[in-house]
């Protein structure tokens, strides 16, 4: 079994930075690609961002290129998507997810294991 726990979020001002944490264990850390994804009532899941699982490659869709970052700290195993300036449309709940092999993909029926979600609002 696999299981992915988050950590961080929370509410922000438009322009201000966030951090969601992804922490692994068992066989969700098994050098998988982790991939972001979030979800706003009504909408289907949207992929984010992912690194590989030897994390030297990320992927990163338009519209968050050059404000978000996801690393991964594989002592911990822990995988952070660093968020800076902000923007109201970046209001959703994060999910971090654990693909099926070390690859990237932006299709969200590769990732086996999900965590449970983290919400981050982001005001005007």
């Known amino acids: 079994q696999g299981q992915l726990v988050q950590s961080g979020g929370g509410m922000v001002q438009a322009g201000d930075s966030l951090r969601v944490s992804c922490a692994a264990s068992?066989?969700?850390?098994?050098?998988?690609?982790i991939g972001w994804f979030r979800q706003v009532p009504g909408k289907d899941r949207e992929f984010v961002a992912a690194?590989?699982?030897?994390?030297?490659?990320?992927h990163y869709i338009d519209s968050v290129k050059g404000r978000f970052t996801v690393s991964r700290d594989f002592a911990k195993n822990t995988v952070y998507l660093q968020m800076n300036n902000l923007k109201p449309e970046d209001t959703a709940t994060y999910y971090c997810a654990a693909d099926t092999n070390a690859v990237i993909s932006i299709r969200p029926l590769r990732y086996e294991y999900w965590g449970q979600g983290t919400q981050v609002t982001v005001s005007s």
């Open positions: 690194i590989s699982g030897r994390g030297d490659e990320t």
């Open positions: 068992g066989r969700a850390s098994s050098g998988r690609a």
